[in-house]
T-cell receptor, first 113, second 111 residues
Framework: EAQVTQNPRYLITVTGKKLTVTCSQN?????MSWYRQDPGLGLRQIYY???????DKGDVPEGYKVSRKEKRNFPLILESPSPNQTSLYFC????????????FGQGTRLTVV | GQQVMQIPQYQHVQEGEDFTTYCNSS?????IQWYKQRPGGHPVFLIQ?????EVKKQKRLTFQFGEAKKNSSLHITATQTTDVGTYFC???????????FGKGTSLLVTP
């Protein structure tokens, strides 16, 4: 089954404690991205990757890091989380052919206290 | 990227009523995609429109792409409680592969 898997689904952490949210896809997609979803703001792209070792900033990259060492995995790293990073996070993947649909993970609900 | 504006932000209808959400861009879009997110769920792809004036149907859902490729709409005929969720349109982002999402329209259907 084609899928994007995120872990964990829920996370409560304290300010400043480094955390990683994992994302893995089994569709051999080149393009992967991270979004955050906040009430009234919709989905905003944090970072994206067009292939292994190729990453770039999206619209809201501050406070986040990513890596793409393998094609299937695209972890999101918060080196020093702050309360304003409390949000719902989605990982997505798609083929590099233009005009193809994005497949989303189940989401990670992060609370930073 | 090309920003897309979506209205309304919320819509509450009685079951059986119709529903429409609109998506507008100030620039021409090469394509537009529509996604649905159920409460507590993740966005799921519904459809993509590419051609000027294109109309596509999926059962009770009708999707349109404007002649100028600057606007799009999703119309649901005779809503059902299973239609509840947030509907997003998305236009191409700066790289051409990214998606610029509208802020979504949250649909509530009362039985």
């Amino acid at each position: 089954e084609a899928q994007v898997t995120q872990n964990p689904r829920y996370l409560i952490t304290v300010t400043g404690k480094k955390l990683t949210v994992t994302c893995s896809q089994n569709m051999n997609h080149e393009y992967m991205s991270w979004y955050r979803q906040d009430p009234g703001l919709g989905l905003r792209q944090i970072y994206y990757s067009m292939n292994v070792e190729v990453t770039d900033k999206g619209d809201v990259p501050e406070g986040y890091k990513v890596s793409r060492k393998e094609k299937r995995n695209f972890p999101l790293i918060l080196e020093s989380p702050s309360p304003n990073q409390t949000s719902l996070y989605f990982c997505a993947s798609s083929s590099l052919q233009v005009n193809t649909e994005a497949f989303f993970g189940q989401g990670t609900r992060l609370t930073v206290v | 990227g090309q920003q897309v504006m979506q209205i309304p932000q919320y819509q509450h209808v009685q079951e059986g009523e119709d529903f429409t959400t609109y998506c507008n861009s100030s620039t021409t879009l090469s394509n537009i995609q529509w996604y649905k997110q159920r409460p507590g769920g993740h966005p799921v792809f519904l459809i993509q429109l590419v051609k000027s004036g294109e109309v596509k149907k999926q059962k009770r859902l009708t999707f349109q792409f404007g002649e100028a490729k600057k606007n799009s709409s999703l119309h649901i005929t005779a809503t059902q409680t299973t239609d509840v969720g947030t509907y997003f349109c998305a236009g191409p982002g700066g790289t051409g592969y990214a998606l610029n999402f509208g802020k979504g329209t949250s649909l509530l259907v009362t039985p």
